[in-house]
């Protein structure tokens, strides 16, 4: 295959808002590339302008691939009155074009046409053919369609009469059925069960050409990627990483550790330049006694020896301006929840005395811990349907289900924001809770004024505060919050949440939007974290290692018609 995918200088905005700067890329041969990021910090802007879907500000995309370019965006709209077959066929029109011309081509040479020309032409249509798998093509759509989950779907079927997840399923299905050299795909691993998600990362393993995938699917990006770029959403430009997920990871965690060690290194010198600043002429004793009674020399030598000393302390005090003028800054820790709970040692909350105990699980038996949310029978008619939980000082649940079974509903009952319309909630302690579509920043003041909203404390205690956390960096403190990201929002409700104190947190799809480090680096957080912790998640990667209980919802049966309540 001859393929080749190059950027270079790619620079693109949208209404004056600078998405990328400068970005270099280069996709190889038999490479499948995972572009990563949090939501908003132009993934899916560098993927267009891969796919020529979009042109750059400034810069060139340099896309050949003789096996033809599939691209899969994240959002399109089919048109509702296509067939199942209609869209096959748009899907397959190259090939089926190429086998349009080898069967005109067939009919005139067995005419007699044996020209050099037509015989040429033949042989270049036959190879091309063959390269894209046309005689395989039928298979091929018959195979992704019951890999990804739409088998035996009807062809006179109407793109109308799916739904969402299908129709996505089925462009998916239909674009690795077309079998591209190049192959562009934002997101795909959205709207599929551990079945079809299995298989497509099967498929893209064992698929020659090149691959680039937008995803944030930590699993998918471990098991398919041989090499990851991230874009970071800050400075609007893209770091590489080779050896796949697992190169990310320890590439990253390397920079951390270099930072270290360089700042280290700079606290080091500086000191050491200050104690020569300091106290070097103290440690030459310019009234020593005269040995030889000569005072003449001796003056003579002292006067070199001062000289000397005010050389060594002006040269040491003009190497630490410049080590000061340029500081080495510390890495940023790795995230933490900073508000301890407000609990008791013995792990009962400090301010109920009388609350219930319930049996310790693996924390060890014959142990009790204290309840510190006990929700019975709770239900919101036709969101969640009834439902008890129980949650211990230190618990951890894992809460899961369909789209549709209440699992965020549930949580707001839980933390209070919704009344259910049945059952009842008793809390004993505060609870933090990171909503899945934040407003965090929804207003005109600045990143800094809205994380500091209704708490107490200076702005220059709060720019500290946050700026430990090492989720912004010092000069997006004073930016817009109306000018924020998504994945920047969600950095911006993250950080209140860890640094409010809460026994219990309640996290709504927490790994959403954020950058596959900083989902790895909030499970780390969670881990360490004393209180108790309730999770819904879909994040295959958290909920393979989570460490506790889980609760499965169901949705709720649907209303039958003319059914009396």
């Known amino acids: 295959m001859t393929a080749q995918l190059t950027a270079s200088d790619l620079t693109k905005s949208y209404e004056g808002r600078p998405v990328l700067d400068s970005v270099h890329c280069s996709v190889a041969v038999g490479e499948r590339l995972g572009i990563v990021g949090e939501n908003g910090s132009g993934k899916s802007t560098l ?58 081509l067939e009919a005139r040479m067995a005419g007699g046409d044996a020209t050099a020309g037509t015989l040429s032409a033949y042989a270049d249509a036959l190879n091309a053919f063959e ?15 019951y890999g990804l989950g739409l088998p035996g779907l009807p062809r006179e079927c109407t793109v109308g009469g799916l739904s969402g997840g299908e129709v996505v399923r089925l462009r998916l299905a239909v674009l690795l059925a077309a079998a591209p050299e190049v192959l562009l795909l934002d997101e795909p691993t959205n709207h599929l069960d551990d079945a079809a998600l299995t298989w497509l990362e099967d498929h893209l393993r064992a698929r020659r050409g090149i691959t680039v995938a937008v995803s944030h699917d930590r699993v998918f990006l471990e098991r398919v990627a041989t090499s990851l770029v991230e874009v970071d959403g800050d400075l609007h430009r893209t770091v590489r990483y080779g050896n796949g997920y697992a190169g990310y990871l320890a590439e990253r965690a390397a920079d951390r550790a270099r930072r270290a060690e360089a700042h280290a290194a700079w606290r080091t010198e500086t000191a050491r330049l200050r104690e020569t600043a300091s106290v070097t002429a103290r440690r030459v004793a310019p009234g020593r006694a005269i040995k030889d009674g000569n005072k003449m020399a001796y003056d003579r030598a002292a006067g070199r020896v001062q000289q000397s000393l005010a050389s060594r302390v002006r040269n040491a005090e003009e190497r630490l301006a410049r080590l000061l003028a340029r500081p080495v800054p510390a890495p940023a820790e790795p995230l933490r929840f900073t508000a301890v709970p407000r609990t008791a040692s013995n792990g009962a909350p400090a301010a109920a005395a009388a609350e219930p105990e319930m049996p310790a699980g693996p924390a060890g038996p014959g142990e009790v811990r204290r309840v510190l949310l006990a929700a019975s029978g709770v239900a919101v008619d036709g969101r969640l349907e009834p439902v008890d939980v129980t949650v211990p000082a230190g618990g951890r649940l894992l809460v899961t289900g369909p789209n549709g079974a209440g699992k965020s ?24 809770l990171l909503a ?16 500091a909203e209704g708490r107490p404390g200076t702005p220059e205690e709060h720019a500290e505060r946050l700026l430990s956390l090492g989720l912004f960096a010092r000069d997006r403190l004073s930016a817009p919050v109306a000018s924020l990201s998504v994945g920047q929002r969600q950095r911006l409700a993250l950080a209140r949440l860890v640094t409010e104190p809460a026994d219990i947190l ?42 506790g209980d889980r609760l499965a919802l169901r949705a709720p049966a649907p209303v039958t018609a003319g059914a009396r309540p």
């Open 506 to 547: 309640l996290l709504d799809e927490p790994t959403n939007h954020l950058s596959p480090a900083l989902a790895e680096e909030l499970e780390e957080a969670l881990a360490r974290f004393p209180g108790a912790v309730v999770v819904v998640s879909h994040d295959r990667r958290l909920c393979a290692r989570w460490p």
């Open 131 to 145: 390269l894209r798998g046309g005689y395989a093509a039928d298979a091929r759509v018959e195979r992704s369609l």
């Open 47 to 104: 993927l267009r302008l891969l796919a020529r879907a979009e042109r750059p500000d400034r810069g060139e995309v340099v896309l050949r691939a003789e096996g033809g370019v599939g691209y899969l965006a994240q959002e399109e709209d089919l048109p509702p009155h296509l067939t199942v077959q209609q869209v096959v066929d748009r899907a397959l029109a190259e090939l089926r074009a190429l086998e349009g011309l080898l069967r005109r």
């Open 409 to 432: 509903t549930l949580l707001q009952v839980l933390a209070g924001v919704l009344a259910p319309d049945a059952g009842r909630v008793v809390r004993h302690c505060p609870a933090g």
């Open 436 to 451: 899945q579509h934040t407003a965090a920043g929804a207003g005109r003041g600045s990143l800094l004024a809205a994380y």
